[in-house]
Structures are given as structure tokens and as C-alpha cells.
């Protein structure tokens, strides 16, 4: 299993100096310019972080050098369209060096500036389609006209005027108006007419696209909701940067610390730390209007004062409803196949050796090796019961459906058991009914249910101790009614039994008494019926099934036909 840590350990070292600073601008540019279009996660929003961290403690010669560099790689849309809204030197870097996809640039078109387009329609590798939306968006119109050879008279030339310091007003030469002679005068309104020429003749060249009037004779479309933007605070909270499309929406708001002093973002923000998920609401626009979720990072000067946070707003994810999935049972369902995988690589050599499949092996190590598959064996059948409890919790499972005699079934169960109950005249005292005992799941689903009750009960009996078990089926819902182990009954709760502390001989399955009947209740519950304790008693009900259709074990003998039956 290979796991690429890069970004992290890029990011875990502390770029102090300049040239640290300059060389991890480099790293991170490498990391995320290379990651796939849908890369997301807190270590890449992290990783974004540091790079404008960076990108406001280095130069724009700098940053721009870091992108004209050979070999650099800029395969990710986002991070271009982040370079591309910097300084026009460094966007201009990174127009010339992406190598994004038609698709890709199409979508990141809409956040670039104004000159960052007219620098991508130079690009000679543009798509048909790149191209007629750059042209629609102005990037592809002609410059200005050149000047007219007349403006400047023949054998007159271009006088060079002293640099003036900052501030300075401009002295006008000595002999000469304030105003400037005639010939400054005629040379801005030539500029001001080819202005003008450039503009007549761009309008003329555009096609008329609607020569209807502009009124709202039609009801315009909603502008659609905002769903995440960057964004970069002050001291005091107020907005004071965000991606170049939504800055007349968002800059100069005022994050609402003082509506909720006791909120986490107040907190947070009074403390200079991370925020992590903190709810805000927002006005403005119907677009920004509305509740968001932040995530955000304090940041410092070099003298360690605070300057603002720098982050990400989110719309907040609509809550699941509260019997919806478990979250817990998916995580431990994802920890299981994490785990599965290498214990069936241990148990693949040790077949390997224990079978002498690459060569000859010692009879010790053979052993050895089988003792290894064998635990092997063992930890995979434990996983598949937490993970079957896991499926079931998490509702992404089901027991499978079907029609099965569940009498036949307890039946067929009681007499394998009693070769541990018969020794020990322990056992089950069962009470019948004349009725079919149908109930709706598959004959393997009813015989596994079954076993693991009793044989989860038969195990904790002491020698002698004989257990009530009657079956009752009436009202659409067949009612196994047991009586529970003196051992059981005195737990305070018997989901929560202790797991065995030494292999027993009779057991429900691997990880003790509690763990069997929760697993029990959670197929009960799959089922549509349920697993309750009470007055000593365990109580399963399950949907009785009707008997037109049978797919239950026939040869087995129905214990009902006799009335009262024991074993032991």
C-alpha cells in the first residue's frame, strides 16, 4: 500500500528564511499543480493557505521566476486560476505554463482578469470552442490603431523630458503657456479620436445579436446561489480580499463577531486561533444571502502581530436525519477492510509455507505456519461478524428475504447442541404450537439468527440448568419467547456482556455473549421485528410469513407436532 505523504511533510517544515521561503513556493506549486482536477481535502485547503502565505512574503519577480522555471507542472485548475487572479506578472507566468484541458479552462474562464484573457487568446493551442467564448468576451479584438504618420511632423523629434521626483508638479518650459503650446494640445486629441475610431469601428464590426428593446419583457432567471469563495480579513474582521469575480459582493463585509460574542467564530477570533466550522449568517445579495460555514487561519506579521485570518467559506451541508446512517458502524466498516487486508496477506505465506508451495520447508516451521493461518482464519471470521454488525447498524444491509419454519429450524439446532447439553443436563424446555411457524427470511438467515441464541444461552447455562423456549405465533407476528441464564440475568444490561476470557466450548460467535445478542437484535431489526429483554426473558418477534410458499429445511421434524419437547 503506498500512500504519497508529500504535501503533508512540505507542509510540516517551517519556511523561515527567504530562500526557505522561496524554495517551499516551489514545492507546493510542484504538489499542487500535480494533483488531479477533483483533489480536495484539509491538507490541500492547507497547502493553498501556505502558498498565498508565501506568495505575500516573496516578491512578484520572485514568484514569477518560480513559474517560468523548466519543468514546471500546472495541471490543476484551481491552482491557475489562483495564480492567474495574483499580480499581473505572476498570472502572466501562469497563463503561459498551464496545461490544462479545453474543458478545464472553460470552466476557470469566468475568475480570470480582463488581461490574463487577452493572454490566453495568444496562446497557440487554443480550442475551437476556447476560442469563440474568449471572442465573446472581448479577448480577441484588434489593438489600437497606430498613430497617423502626420501626428508627428518630419525631421521634429520626440523631446525627452527630466525625471521629476515623486510629488513634483510639472514646470512648464520657460516661454511657454501653462496651457502647453498647440501641438501638445493636438497631440491628445489625436489619441482621444483614435479612441474613439477603435471603438466605432469595434461596435460596427459586432453583429447586432437582438434588435429588440431592453425591456424586461420576460421574467430574467435567478442568479444562482454562491457555494464556497475565499476569502481574507483584517484585524477588525472586515473582508478586505476575495477571488477577483465576487469582490463587489463580498469585500468590506464585516464578519458578524459582534452578534454572537459567545459564538465559537468570536471566541476564536478573540484568541487568534483556528476556526474550524463556525456558522455565520450573511446579507447582501440573494446570491450571498444566507447561512455559511467557515473554515479559516490567523495570520501574523514578522513581528508577530495579528493581521487577520485568511480562509474558506462554505455553504453548510444539509444535516442527515437522525436514523439515517450511523457514522459510527461506516467507520468502523472502513477500519475492517483496512485491517482485512493485510491479515489475508499474512494468511496467503502462510499457506504458502505451510503447503511447501515455493520449495521444501522444515516440519517445524510448517507447523508454525499452519498455527499462523489458523489465527489468521480466525481474525477474518471475527472481522466478518463486525462487519456484518457495522452493515446492518449502517443500514447497507439487509437479511435476506424468504419464507422458512423456524420451528424446524430451533428443532435442527437443539439436537446439535446436545452434545454439550446432554453431559450436562442443561438445555432447552421447548413449548410448541400447533401452527406452521413460517416467518419472512432466507432458511440460512433463520438457522444463523437461531443459532446465535442458543447457542449464546446454552453456553452461559450452569450444569442442570434447563431453559424455557415456547413459540407463539398470532396477529401477523411470530413471538420465541427464552428464558435467560441465571449467568445472563444478573448482567445489568446483557448487551453489554463481557467478552469470554478463555475459548469456550458452545458459543454465539467469537467476541463473547454482549457482542452475540447485539448482533442478534441488529438481524432482528433488519428484519422488521426486534430483540428486547425483560422479566428474565429474551423476547424475539419477527413478521410471521404466510404458508403458501416454504423454502425452509422440509426433512427437518417439527417439534410443534408433539407439543413439549426437552433436551438434556
Same mark, same amino acid.
Given at each position: ?7 503533508? &511533510? ?69 491552482? /491557475? ?48 470552442? $476556447? ?24 525631421? &521634429?523629434? *520626440? ?90 459582493? /463580498? ?5 458578524? $463577531? ?37 473554515? *479559516? ?181 411470530? &413471538? ?6 441465571? *449467568? ?32 442478534? *437484535? ?47
Amino acid at each position: 500500500m503506498y500512500v504519497d505523504d508529500r504535501l503533508a &511533510t512540505v507542509l510540516a517544515v517551517s519556511a523561515t528564511g527567504e530562500n526557505q521561503a522561496r524554495v517551499q513556493f516551489r514545492q507546493l506549486v510542484d504538489l499542487l499543480g500535480t494533483l488531479p482536477a477533483d483533489g480536495r481535502g484539509p491538507l490541500v485547503d492547507a497547502a493553498m493557505l501556505r502558498l498565498a502565505e508565501l506568495g505575500r512574503r516573496l516578491s512578484a519577480e520572485d514568484r514569477a521566476v518560480a513559474l517560468d522555471r523548466t519543468g514546471v507542472r500546472l495541471r490543476n485548475p484551481r491552482l /491557475v486560476a489562483e495564480l492567474a487572479c495574483d499580480h499581473p506578472r505572476v498570472g502572466a507566468a501562469a497563463v503561459r505554463n498551464a496545461r490544462l484541458s479545453e474543458e478545464q479552462w472553460l470552466d476557470i474562464l469566468p475568475a480570470l482578469p480582463p488581461g490574463m484573457r487577452g493572454l490566453l487568446r495568444q496562446r497557440p493551442d487554443l480550442g475551437p470552442a $476556447l476560442a469563440e467564448r474568449l471572442d465573446q468576451l472581448g479577448a480577441g479584438g484588434p489593438g489600437l490603431p497606430a498613430p497617423d504618420a502626420a501626428a508627428a511632423p518630419a525631421g &521634429t523629434g *520626440a523631446k525627452v523630458l527630466p525625471l521629476r521626483g515623486r510629488g513634483e508638479p510639472a514646470a512648464p518650459p520657460a516661454g511657454e503657456p501653462a496651457d502647453g503650446p498647440p501641438g501638445a494640445r493636438d497631440g491628445i486629441g489625436a489619441i482621444v479620436r483614435r479612441i474613439e475610431a477603435f471603438r466605432r469601428s469595434r461596435e460596427g464590426a459586432r453583429p447586432a445579436a437582438n434588435d429588440a428593446p431592453l425591456l424586461p419583457l420576460v421574467e430574467e432567471p435567478e442568479q444562482p446561489r454562491l457555494q464556497a469563495f475565499a476569502f481574507a480579513c483584517d484585524s477588525a474582521g472586515r473582508i478586505c480580499w476575495t477571488d477577483a469575480p465576487l469582490a463587489g459582493m /463580498v469585500v468590506g463585509l464585516l464578519l458578524p $463577531l459582534a452578534e454572537r460574542p459567545g459564538g465559537a467564530l468570536a471566541s476564536a477570533f478573540r484568541r487568534r486561533l483556528p476556526v474550524r466550522g463556525a456558522v455565520i449568517e450573511l446579507g447582501g445579495a440573494p446570491a450571498l444571502a444566507g447561512p455559511w460555514q467557515l473554515d *479559516a487561519a490567523p495570520e501574523f506579521d514578522r513581528d508577530g502581530h495579528f493581521t487577520g485570518y485568511l480562509g474558506k467559506a462554505r455553504r453548510p451541508v444539509p444535516a442527515a436525519p437522525s436514523d439515517a446512517v450511523n457514522p459510527e458502524a461506516v467507520r468502523v466498516r472502513q477500519i475492517l477492510h483496512e485491517l482485512r487486508t493485510p491479515v489475508n496477506a499474512i494468511q496467503g505465506f502462510a499457506e504458502l509455507i505451510h503447503q511447501q508451495l515455493v520449495g521444501p520447508v522444515p516440519h517445524g516451521y510448517r507447523a508454525l505456519a499452519a498455527s499462523v493461518a489458523a489465527d489468521a482464519a480466525q481474525m477474518l471470521a471475527g472481522f466478518d461478524e463486525l462487519e456484518r454488525l457495522a452493515r446492518l447498524d449502517s443500514a447497507a444491509m439487509v437479511p435476506e428475504t424468504g419464507t422458512s419454519d423456524l420451528a424446524a429450524v430451533l428443532s435442527a439446532l437443539m439436537r446439535q447442541l446436545e452434545p454439550f447439553t446432554a453431559p450436562r443436563h442443561s438445555g432447552f424446555v421447548y413449548t410448541g404450537t400447533d401452527q406452521p411457524a413460517l416467518v419472512e427470511l432466507a432458511p440460512d438467515e433463520a438457522e444463523r439468527l437461531g443459532w446465535r441464541l442458543l447457542a449464546t444461552l446454552a453456553g452461559a447455562t450452569r450444569p442442570g440448568e434447563l431453559l424455557d423456549l415456547a413459540l407463539q405465533v398470532g396477529g401477523g407476528t411470530l &413471538t420465541l419467547t427464552l428464558a435467560l441464564p441465571e *449467568a445472563i440475568a444478573a448482567l445489568p444490561d446483557p448487551f453489554e456482556g463481557p467478552a469470554p476470557a478463555a475459548p469456550q466450548a458452545v458459543s454465539g460467535g467469537l467476541f463473547g455473549t454482549g457482542f452475540a445478542l447485539r448482533l442478534a *437484535a441488529a438481524e432482528a431489526r433488519g428484519a422488521g421485528g426486534s430483540l428486547v429483554f425483560r422479566d428474565g426473558h429474551a423476547v424475539l418477534s419477527l413478521p410471521a410469513a404466510t404458508a403458501g410458499r416454504l423454502t425452509g429445511p422440509g426433512e427437518l421434524p417439527n417439534p410443534a407436532a408433539s407439543g413439549v419437547s426437552s433436551t438434556g
